[in-house]
């Protein structure tokens, strides 16, 4: 009979509701996807190399332009500089990055920093190495990290410590105060630092990425993991990376060659030759602040409660306004009843806290948005309290 390493854990909420939606055939809003078409000359990229024979194998690490024109993009948007032999290694999506690297770090009683609400896949694969997740509750509604708290949580087993900025699902972002204070707080310890910039790309009014690797203090001991699917709206090819200092990065590897071995040949061609029109990623901040000013737009009126994504693709809501429900629950009203899915805030929390919030995703055509806002307006007044 099998023992499970997770007990506890069940279908991630995502693929709940996502399934939901189409059973009900609701507009989904749930699981972070567009619904618009990605980049024509990238799909004929990937098509060419195909063409070309290059469908074997790629190196472990990554093909090798690929990972020198990461360091490039790096060294050009941070400042700093990474070796793309022995630093950058390709992964398949940044979800086996997040796992691959937790695997390689932490061991049977290591604690592991968690900020809530928290992206679902950390803590299951903190679990599944032996270590124990410790908890700490982002401020509401703007989310801030308490750092006297954190400072008050680290201890000598305290081994990594997860940051996420621009963080999902709240659609927050690290402030240059809040670097500070991460460098204050680790300052003589040991601890090391995973920080998931799957979204470093989509940024609004005019803030800035503060991302890990601009501060040397940080990065000498710190993994950033980021996303070609998030970047270039095909969260379905399932390309990511990693960058690290060349000690932690062989450790991840050892475990990375084990996992996948490596990761889609001619994407990975397609995706380094792509990267070299720069304006394919710059210009994303632009555009998603046009989705989330057309989305939010069209709800202020109503009688939801909208403070604006700061970053990511998503954007809460909360609906204390409406009905004093649980998340959960309103969140599958919705979608049963109004032809609407959603994510509730509570599913991102360990001991699922009482909210009144949901998360919803903008990269969707304008059409869509339209769509889903007439049903979050139409339910407004159709919902009992």
């Known amino acids: 009979m099998i023992r499970s390493k997770l007990p506890n854990v069940e279908t991630t909420i995502f693929s709940v509701m996502s399934n939901m939606a189409n059973e009900y055939n609701a507009i989904n809003l749930s699981q972070g996807f567009p619904d618009f078409e990605i980049s024509r000359k990238l799909i004929n990229l990937v098509g060419d190399y195909m063409k070309k024979g290059y469908n074997q194998y790629a190196p472990m690490p990554g093909i090798m332009s690929l990972r020198e024109i990461i360091a490039e993009k790096t060294q050009d948007l941070y400042g700093a500089t990474y070796n793309p032999e022995t630093e950058i290694t390709i992964t398949a999506g940044a979800t086996q990055a997040l796992y691959t690297t937790i695997s390689a770090i932490i061991k049977e009683n290591n604690e592991v920093i968690v900020f809530e609400p928290a992206y679902d896949s950390y803590v299951p694969a903190i679990k599944m190495n032996g270590g124990r997740a410790i908890h700490l509750k982002l401020k509401a509604p703007d989310y801030r990290i308490n750092w006297d708290q954190v400072n008050k949580s680290i201890n000598p087993n305290t081994k990594l410590m997860i940051i996420n900025s621009p963080h999902n699902p ?11 204070k991460l460098k204050k707080v680790i300052t003589g310890t040991n601890i090391t630092i995973l920080s ?7 940024l609004f009014d005019k803030n800035q990425h503060h991302s890990i690797c601009k501060y040397p203090e940080l990065a000498k001991r710190s993994i950033i993991v ?3 699917g998030k970047t270039f709206h095909a969260t379905g090819w399932k390309v990511g990376y990693c960058i690290a200092p060349e000690k932690i990065t062989k450790e991840i590897r050892k475990i990375h060659q084990f996992m ?78 109004h032809g609407i899915a959603s994510i509730p805030m509570s599913v991102f929390y360990h001991n699922r806290v009482k909210s009144n919030t949901l998360r919803f995703c903008f990269a969707k055509s304008n059409e869509t948005l339209e769509k889903a806002a007439e049903k979050l307006i139409t339910a407004e007044k159709n919902i009992t309290p």
């Open 260 to 337: 996948v071995y490596s990761v889609n040949t001619p994407f990975q061609y397609a995706i380094a030759e792509f990267l070299k029109d720069k304006d394919e990623y710059l210009r994303l901040n632009d555009f998603y602040q046009e989705k989330r000013d057309y989305f939010n737009n069209l709800l202020k009126n109503s009688k939801y409660k909208i403070i604006p994504s700061k970053g990511t693709y998503f954007q809460t809501i909360n609906y204390s306004n409406i009905t004093n429900k649980l998340d959960t629950e309103f969140a599958i009203e919705l979608t049963k009843n």
């Open 170 to 180: 709240t659609g927050t972002i690290l402030s240059a105060y809040d670097i500070e």
């Open 226 to 228: 980021s996303s070609f």
């Open 196 to 202: 998931d910039e799957v979204y470093e790309h989509i």
